[in-house]
């Protein structure tokens, strides 16, 4: 049975989908002014890591990540470089996918932007309006009413109480209370048009917060199964995304609140005033992109991260110890096979809250028996595991070599394949070694699996 560590009920908890053996999954993304830093890759393939299990368990999934395309830093940024908005954000977005692919990360299902959802925030404030919960202030915002909405701060575990104590907030006199948060902002003379949306309060724009209630529902239902994000997100923004969605719906959002750990450079959070901060195409120039995806995943998803030179080095040695057991692999696997007790000891990890850190460590204890009695069956094993976790997908000779050319997208086909055959769906077997082929790759099938040879 999957647990996982709900923020909401600061607890492990058992997984029951609301909907039997479906998921439907809500990760707030990236706000698309820059290239993407290591916190947003964390983010990105700690998330990929939960789909590709729950997917792995045979759920069927439904992810959703997100994309903030509009905002006040993408404003000034645009200003600043004297282009469009959307010029900046598109850019920006591209560059994204490709750190994204690099790093193996999936796609989402959807990855809706913010730009292509304004008239359901509008709805959404509407019905906000209608509770009682926003109103119109002096200057033409709309706000939520923290003080009027019951049970804020059961996510951060802060009262209204502590919040106006202990936390710094804007002195603003055309809120009812400083807690209150901006929900549609007005429009203002210097701004764009492209940033500027008719609504029954006159011209504006979405808030931050508003734009993850207003696509999550309506992508995914008034009530889904897990939302995730950073730590950072936890407070303010995953609060005031109950407060909104809550309040709006009158109904539970959301069941379990998933929040990865922070990034840490050399034991110091990642900050671009201390001057430790890195994007991700500059860790890439110095590392191949599956020794950064392995150095996330050898960690807890909720422990921090500690980003140095020292243990990508380590990670790097300790994925090509992986690789090594591999060179003995007769082919490239028929799939996990889950009645080996390596497999079971990789899934009582995962289901443990995505124990990636154990799970990894089963990887290195069959590895080790590979090395020692040289079997392919068992280097199979190891690869169709590492597979899980969008790792392993590569051929050991090249990453040992140092190449990190498409041998790894040749390889996860031709899992992808053998999961395919092994549920009985030979149409897709069919089409991926059709278009292998037509790449000028070639598919051997043996009893020992399948090997491959460029034509």
Not at 19 to 34: E, I
Not at 122 to 141: F, V, W
Not at 274 to 287: A, D, P, S
Request: aromatic share 10%; hydrophobic share 40%; net charge negative.
């Amino acid at each position: 049975m999957l647990k996982i560590y709900n923020t909401l009920k600061r607890d492990k908890q058992e997984f029951t989908p609301i909907v039997p053996n479906q998921v439907r999954m809500y990760v707030c993304g990236m706000t698309v002014y820059d290239y993407c830093h290591l916190g947003h890759a964390r983010v990105m393939v700690v998330f990929d890591m939960v789909y590709r299990w729950l997917k792995s368990s045979s759920y069927d999934v439904t992810y959703v990540r997100n994309i903030t395309d509009i905002d006040d830093k993408i404003i000034k940024r645009a200003a600043e470089n004297g282009e469009s908005i959307h010029s900046l954000t598109q850019r920006f977005i591209d560059a994204m996918h490709e750190d994204a692919e690099r790093l193996g990360v999936q796609p989402p299902d959807h990855e809706p932007r913010a730009t292509q959802y304004v008239p359901e925030m509008l709805a959404m404030i509407e019905n906000l309006e209608r509770n009682g919960l926003a109103y119109q202030a002096a200057d033409r915002d709309v706000n939520f009413a923290v003080r009027k909405f019951t049970g804020y701060g059961k996510l951060s575990g802060k009262s209204l109480e502590d919040l106006r104590a202990g936390e710094r907030v804007e002195v603003d006199g055309n809120k009812h209370d400083p807690l209150d948060f901006v929900l549609w902002k007005h429009a203002k003379d210097n701004e764009p048009d492209e940033v500027k949306w008719d609504s029954r309060w006159g011209k504006g724009r979405p808030g931050w917060h508003i734009e993850c209630s207003a696509m999550s529902s309506k992508l995914l239902g008034e009530h889904f199964d897990i939302h995730g994000g950073g730590a950072d997100l936890q407070f303010p923004h995953h609060e005031n995304e109950i407060a909104q969605s809550e309040g709006a719906n009158q109904c539970q959002f959301v069941n379990y609140w998933m929040h990865n750990g922070f990034v840490r450079v050399d034991n110091e959070k990642m900050s671009k005033s201390l001057g430790n901060f890195f994007t991700i195409r500059e860790v890439l120039e110095r590392y191949d992109p599956e020794v950064v995806r392995f150095f996330i995943l050898r960690a807890h998803y909720r422990s921090p991260l500690n980003y140095s030179d020292a243990h990508l080095d380590d990670a790097k040695g300790a994925l090509s110890r992986l690789y090594t057991a591999l060179k003995c692999e007769g082919g490239m696997g028929k799939g996990v096979d889950w009645n080996e007790p390596h497999a079971q000891r990789f899934k009582v990890a995962m289901d443990d809250d995505f124990n990636t850190a154990e799970a990894i460590a089963v990887l290195f204890d069959l590895a080790n028996e590979v090395n020692r009695g040289q079997s392919p069956q068992l280097a199979s094993q190891l690869r169709s595991l590492g597979a899980v976790l969008g790792l392993l997908g590569r051929d050991a000779n090249a990453f040992l070599q140092g190449d990190s050319s498409g041998d790894a997208m040749i390889v996860a086909k031709i899992l992808a394949r053998n999961e395919a055959k092994k549920a009985r769906n030979y149409a897709e077997a069919d089409l991926i070694r059709k278009e292998l082929l037509e790449a000028g790759i070639v598919l051997e099938d043996s009893a020992q699996g399948t090997n491959w040879r460029r034509a």
